[in-house]
């Protein structure tokens, strides 16, 4: 009988599983394979099965208790001794949380921005640590983890995750239980497991402002008593709100599809078996940084066509409707894959576990940072190219460059987990291997900028350009053409073993728990940088147009195939003390320390600190090869976890102080685009309080207030002549202020359903948005914002006997916020130029479940 409803169901569900995965017909052909899931311990996210009516319609005394895994086994949030914020998947659903990348503005103290010329890459801060920039060769400061697997990238990060059943971050340092690169934090990322219990399903359809539409389809299939399988599929389209008055696509168009496959084994009550494949594709069409501020700093070598470039420049402090490209906007995609297994064998107490892993990415980014106008005269931009420069460079025009990042990564991990000794001991333990391969390809030769040189003279030309105009009798419309090819390789290993054990002794009623971890952790990292630059002045004469190649600019090396590596070790402890003051409130101290591996700076335009002085006139003392050390962080945490009023009101906050050493800072050189520098600082420090509030105000009402309060310093940095210029390089990403409060009501409780209402707004303050610069200006500055969103609706709808529906009216950005979402003061012909967020936006969601 139950195998009749399940193929009954099969033929339902199927019908918009294949329309989600018809856009595979049109793609390219996915990487042979990758990674992606595995569960931080063994909570079970499986379909839950249908709950009684009457059940459904009792009324809510308590608040639910939360059950998380953060620190590798299943406990309550309430007993877990860490600052942390955890999302159901009715909080997903509601606030349409599909990612890491839709935790925007969610989380206090943490930011979610893409990277300004990649929507696809994320930029994550927790407590202000993180990474400003998105190279091949550098690692984040803030760990991903789908179902326990690490994801190395930032590239890709932006993606659609089909069936999540619950998302954690984990905020301040977690170098024991997750290892190198977590100095800020966690974010773990939970699917639903398949479950054997009966045949369950899920189908949404979304669909509101700027044609957004989205699908998502989970179909659970029990195929005997011991094998169940999952599939899941989203599907979504989006219009950017930026016209595009040029050639090319729009900007913010954007595609996404996400597949996963799973399948759950249970050949023996003691053994399980877990494995899981997923795909995801995405296309999108990037933002146009809008210049709000004309350049009037010093640009360097830019200062030579930065008059022209502001007069092919549209400015405004508002918001606009379209802006324009001077050539075709091309797409941005990117492509991810994965594999995972996950063996488990509970011997009775304790549990030995296996987690391997294998993932695949690659990423293509277009970008175009001109001036909005669609000038000709003046392109930003890696297109084709046809003109005497490229004829000369090229042997004939230059086609369009895509640049292209790809990575695959292999990880395993064994880990054991139990209790013994009475359960007074309660013991984690592991060791770990990764590797990865990557690099990122902008070969062939391609354009990078076209500009006409200044023609008021006003501006003195570098000898060479004086040189070469000096010679050339009636020569008019200098122009100056830049083209470049490069290719970046890395090769990274990682080995540690951990072990973190609490111990709970019978002294005080075992509401004392005291813990220690510790980590080893080794690395070894290869890379390897391909780079050469050409620039030429172009001119007419006598109606004819020619070009004539400079000499390669000063403070610029030509890298053929140098390579560097390099080897690091880290022992990074942790320490808690916890203690129950009674059954609903803990009290915690905490210590703990992290790591961030070294590497290479790619940006970087000097091979070594022998190459002399930067493009800027600065002799910084080092180069590509010598690269950059590991940062550590360590961090001092006092909390509580308490609820009151019979468990109607939740209270958990901390404070903290976190110690930053040989802080990892990546800063611009002055006069250019992208080449950059990355130092370490000597010491920074970062202080707060983080308030976690959620109460019952009554049955079906739901209140939660969040917020989070930062004071981040660079205490000391200095300069190749001793001097402390901390002032120079403040923290990215550390707003002062941050919070969100939230309204959940269930205002009307029948047999054939439920009436909900949400509300929320969230708070971001100041903060400085774009990498760190040694002429430090305030144009990259991003200002405080808050978003109202909001949803009303019919859940629980009965259909059938069996069937669930949910429809519901949503709104985000309620106010219609005008609001900065990235900021830059890099640019030619800005001293600042932003995105702005998304305006508000409206729309319809239905959710169909079938248990």
Do not use: C
């Not at 109606?543 to 195939?561: H, I, M, R």
């Not at 070594?608 to 360590?634: M, N």
């Amino acid at each position: 009988m139950r195998y009749r409803k399940t193929r009954r169901g099969l033929r339902a569900s199927g019908l918009l599983l294949g329309w989600l995965s018809a856009p595979l017909a049109q793609a390219q052909e996915p990487p042979s394979a990758s990674a992606d899931s595995i569960p931080v311990q063994s909570l079970e996210a499986a379909p839950a099965p249908a709950q009684p009516a009457e059940r459904a319609l009792a009324p809510t005394t308590a608040l639910e208790t939360v059950v998380v895994t953060a620190q590798k086994r299943e406990a309550s949030l309430q007993k877990t001794p860490i600052s942390l914020l955890a999302f159901d998947s009715r909080k997903l659903e509601t606030l349409d949380i599909r990612g890491v990348g839709d935790l925007a503005s969610q989380v206090p103290a943490m930011t979610v921005d893409p990277f300004p010329t990649n929507n696809a890459q994320l930029r994550l801060f927790i407590r202000g640590v993180g990474l400003i920039d998105a190279q091949v060769t550098q690692d984040a400061a803030v760990g991903v983890y789908i179902d326990g697997i690490y994801i190395a990238r930032s590239a890709g990060l932006a993606l659609d995750v089909a069936d999540l059943a619950r998302v954690e971050v984990l905020r301040g340092p977690q170098g024991t239980l997750y290892g190198r690169n977590a100095t800020g934090g966690a974010v773990n990322l939970i699917t639903r497991r398949p479950s054997t219990q009966g045949f369950s399903s899920t189908e949404s359809l979304s669909y509101g402002s700027r044609n957004s539409l989205s699908a998502k389809a989970a179909v659970n299939v029990p195929l005997s008593e011991n094998l169940a399988v999952k599939l899941a599929a989203i599907r979504s389209t989006r219009d950017g709100f930026v016209e595009n008055l040029g050639p090319g696509g729009e900007f913010g168009d954007h595609r996404d599809l996400g597949l996963r496959f799973d399948a759950r084994w249970q050949p023996a009550t003691a053994l399980t078996a877990n494995y899981s494949y997923d795909y995801s594709d995405v296309g999108n069409y990037n933002q146009l940084f809008q210049a709000v501020l004309p350049s009037v700093t010093t640009h360097g070598s830019a200062d030579l066509f930065k008059a022209h470039a502001q007069s092919q420049t549209v400015y405004s402090q508002r918001r606009l409707d379209a802006l324009a490209t001077s050539a075709p906007l091309a797409e941005s995609s990117t492509e991810v894959s994965g594999h995972a297994l996950t063996l488990a064998y509970d011997f009775g107490g304790y549990e030995l576990k296996y987690l391997g892993a294998y993932r695949q990415l690659d990423d293509s980014t277009y970008s175009d940072l001109g001036g909005g106008l669609g000038s000709q005269t003046y392109r930003l931009d890696t297109q084709a190219y046809s003109g005497p420069a490229a004829t000369m460079a090229n042997g004939g025009p230059t086609p369009l460059q895509i640049p292209r990042v790809f990575q695959d990564q292999w990880s395993h991990e064994l880990q054991l987990s139990g209790k013994w000794f009475d359960e007074q001991l309660d013991l984690v333990a592991g060791v770990y291997a990764f590797e990865e391969n990557g690099g990122e390809d902008g070969r062939p030769l391609h354009h990078i900028l076209h500009s006409v040189i200044d023609p008021s003279g006003q501006v003195p030309l570098p000898p060479a350009i004086a040189q070469v105009l000096g010679g050339l009798t009636g020569a008019v419309n200098p122009q100056l053409v830049s083209f470049r090819d490069y290719l970046f390789g890395i090769r990274n290993e990682a080995q540690a073993f951990y072990t973190q054990a609490t111990w709970s002794p019978d002294w005080f009623q075992r509401r004392l728990h005291l813990t220690a971890g510790f980590r080893h952790s080794r690395d070894r990292r290869y890379a390897l940088k391909d780079s050469h630059s050409r620039q030429y002045i172009q001119v007419e004469q006598n109606g004819q147009g020619f070009a004539v190649e400079l000499p390669e600019s000063s403070g610029t090396d030509t890298f053929d195939n140098v390579q560097a590596s390099s080897r690091y070790s880290d022992n990074s402890p942790s320490f808690n003390v916890q203690y129950e003051l009674s059954e609903s409130a803990t009290l915690y101290l905490s210590a703990a320390r992290a790591y961030k591996s070294g590497g290479f700076n790619v940006r970087d335009p000097q091979i070594s600190g022998a190459s002399g002085a930067a493009s800027d006139g600065s002799d910084y003392g080092f180069g590509f090869v010598e690269g950059f050390k590991p940062e550590t962080v360590q961090s001092t945490e006092l909390g509580i976890k308490s609820e009151w009023l019979g468990r109607r009101l939740r209270l958990n906050g901390d404070v903290f102080r976190s110690d930053y050493r040989d802080q990892q800072i990546n800063f611009l050189i002055p006069g250019t685009v992208s080449d950059s520098k990355t130092l370490n600082a000597g010491r920074s420090r970062i202080s707060g309080l983080e308030l976690d509030l959620t109460a019952l105000l009554a049955p079906g009402m739901v209140l939660g207030l969040n917020y989070a309060l930062l004071d981040a310093q660079t205490l000391e940095v200095l300069d190749l002549d001793g001097n402390n210029v901390a002032d120079r390089y403040p923290f990215s990403s550390a707003p002062r202020h941050s919070g969100s409060a939230s309204l959940d009501w269930t205002f009307l409780k029948r047999g054939w359903g439920n009436l909900r209402a949400y509300l929320g707004y969230n708070y971001t303050g100041l903060r400085q948005g774009s990498a760190s610069l040694r002429d430090y200006r305030d144009g990259a500055q991003v200002p405080a914002y808050g978003l109202l969103t909001g949803q009303i609706g019919v859940s629980s709808f009965r259909l059938g006997g069996k069937g669930r529906l949910d429809v519901a009216l949503y709104g985000r950005n309620l106010l219609d916020e005008e609001y900065v979402a990235i900021a830059i003061d890099n640019t030619p012909q800005a001293d600042r130029a932003v995105v702005f967020g998304e305006p508000r936006s409206l729309g319809v969601n239905l959710i169909y479940r079938y248990r």
